[in-house]
């Protein structure tokens, strides 16, 4: 942080916890942000204990976010896949590592061929972002919402990036595959961001 903090803030780059980093550890950053700059400015980073700023809710977000995925995929699927397995990859590419370390693209064609519908980390691992994103909001608007209205709008938001997956997925006639749904839903909202600033 001696050295990040220069980078960072609620209006530049807002870091987040990860694997091995949690509340404690973003609780110790934020400290030694908050003594570098001599500002208490809780937008600085997310994570954080509900005591700095933080969002309830995000220490259950990414399981949760999962979750509410699997509810979306498993709640549209017609009635020939009743009865069909669904592998939801909720932690990072878990999914990839349980089947003997294979790429992406050869966990999706295996899991595939054994008509299972594959749920990619990149689409169902997406809670903890969101709720970080919640967190954003809570700080800049000086508010702290309840666990019941952050979880509400984690499952708005999952199941928005469900129908943007699904959409793609079926416009380009390749239905139940998620990955490539995720790939193109993510690809055009990075392409439009880019169109935005004038980079064609």
């Known amino acids: 942080m001696s050295e990040l903090y220069h980078f960072i803030g609620e209006n530049r780059d807002v ?38 700023g933080g969002s309830l809710a995000r220490t259950e977000a990414t399981g949760f976010g999962a979750v509410y995925f699997a509810k979306a995929m498993l709640g549209t699927v017609s009635e020939s896949l009743q009865g069909k397995t669904a592998v939801v990859s ?10 003997k370390k294979l790429t992406e693209l050869e966990a999706k064609t295996l899991f595939q061929n054994k008509d299972l519908l594959f749920a990619p980390g990149k689409a169902a691992n997406a809670g903890g972002v969101a709720v970080s994103a919640l967190e954003m909001q809570q700080n800049a608007s000086l508010q702290s919402w309840s666990f019941s209205e952050v979880d509400r709008q984690l499952q708005a938001i999952m199941a928005t990036i469900h129908q943007d997956c699904q959409f793609y997925a079926q416009k380009h006639k390749r239905p139940k595959d998620y990955v490539f749904g995720a790939n193109v839903a993510g690809f055009l909202r990075v392409a439009d961001a880019v169109h935005s600033y004038g980079v064609i």
């Open 15 to 52: 870091p987040a916890g990860d694997i091995g980093v949690g509340a404690r550890e973003i609780g110790y950053l934020f400290g030694q942000c908050k003594r570098l700059t001599h500002r208490f400015e809780s937008g600085a980073l997310t994570g954080k204990k509900a005591s700095l």
């Open 90 to 99: 909720g932690s990072g590419n878990v999914a990839i590592y349980c089947a």
